[in-house]
């Protein structure tokens, strides 16, 4: 019984361990980029042409990026919806090869700009490619 349960407490410490390395916007996180953090990430299949990132946290940014994995992918344009309900629509029209990333896109705005979420529509480059991994990042 004494195995039983250390064995339990053990993986609860393991699993409460990795989940905490993980969260947006901490500065451990090892997917932040010199003055860059991470934002969040979505999978854009073949057949979708829109997703929505649900930001985290209450960081203010000034400009925002788009770093492509797995698939080359175009961005047509986005709407950032920011945490006191007001929205911008943003023309990105940027094709972004696998490996590579979007041009720095400023924010519109004065003052504070912490991000609800933000909503891109896109078109994925090549059905036999798979899925492009769209990860945004925001500079304050």
Known sequence: MKLKVSM???????FATMSFGQLPGSGNNHNNIG???????????SN????VITCQGNDDFRKIKF????SAVNIDRMVVTY?????????????IE??????????????????RK?????????????????TVFGKK
């Open 48 to 51: 979708a042409d829109h997703d």
């Open 83 to 95: 945490d006191n309900g007001q929205h911008d629509q943003i023309e990105v029209k940027q094709d």
């Open 118 to 134: 933000i909503e891109f529509w896109y078109k994925s480059k090549g059905i036999f490619n798979g899925k492009a991994e769209i």
């Open 98 to 115: 696998k490996g590579g990333e979007s041009r720095e896109i400023d924010l519109k705005g004065t003052g504070k700009r912490s991000l």
């Open 8 to 14: 339990i407490m053990l993986v609860s410490v393991f």
């Open 67 to 70: 770093k492509v994995t797995n």
């Open 35 to 45: 003055d860059w953090r991470l934002i969040g990430s979505a999978q854009a299949a």
